[in-house]
C-alpha cells in the first residue's frame, strides 16, 4: 500500500492573508477519487478546493476545520491499495468509480 499526501498548494495569496481549513468533504477512512473536491479552504475572502490526490481511503487528516495552514503543508495521506488498481468498481453512486462520481455542484 502507498500513501499519497494532500498538499495544500500555492494558492498566490501574500503572507498577511490567513489560510484556514473550512471543510472537509471526506471523513477519515472514507473513499475518495482522484481529482474530486476532498478539502476546502479558505485564503481571506476567497475559497479553493483541494482534490484527492489519489484513489483510495481518506486515512489521515492533518489540517482540522478551522486550522490555520501554510501552502505546502500536508493536510492528510490517502491510502492506495496497490491490489486495487486506480480505480475502484463502484463509485459512491453504485456507478462506475471516477472522479467526480460524488453528487453536488461543483
Known amino acids: 500500500m502507498r500513501h ?3 498538499i495544500l498548494p500555492d494558492l498566490g495569496t501574500g503572507p498577511d492573508v490567513p489560510i484556514v481549513v473550512s471543510y472537509w468533504f471526506a471523513s477519515r477512512g472514507e473513499q475518495v ?3 474530486e473536491r476532498l478539502v476546502e479552504i479558505l485564503a ?3 475559497t479553493f ?3 484527492a490526490p489519489a ?3 481518506l486515512a489521515e487528516i492533518h489540517g482540522r476545520e478551522d486550522d490555520r ?3 505546502g503543508s500536508v493536510l492528510g495521506v490517502v491510502a492506495v491499495s ?3 488498481g486506480d480505480e475502484p468498481a463502484e463509485g459512491p453512486d453504485g456507478g462506475p468509480g471516477r472522479p467526480g462520481a460524488r453528487g453536488g455542484s461543483p
Open 4 to 6: 499519497a499526501p494532500v
Open 33 to 35: 477519487w482522484e481529482g
Open 44 to 46: 481571506g475572502p476567497a
Open 49 to 51: 478546493d483541494v482534490p
Open 55 to 57: 484513489t483510495g481511503r
Open 69 to 71: 495552514v501554510q501552502p
Open 82 to 84: 496497490e491490489e486495487d
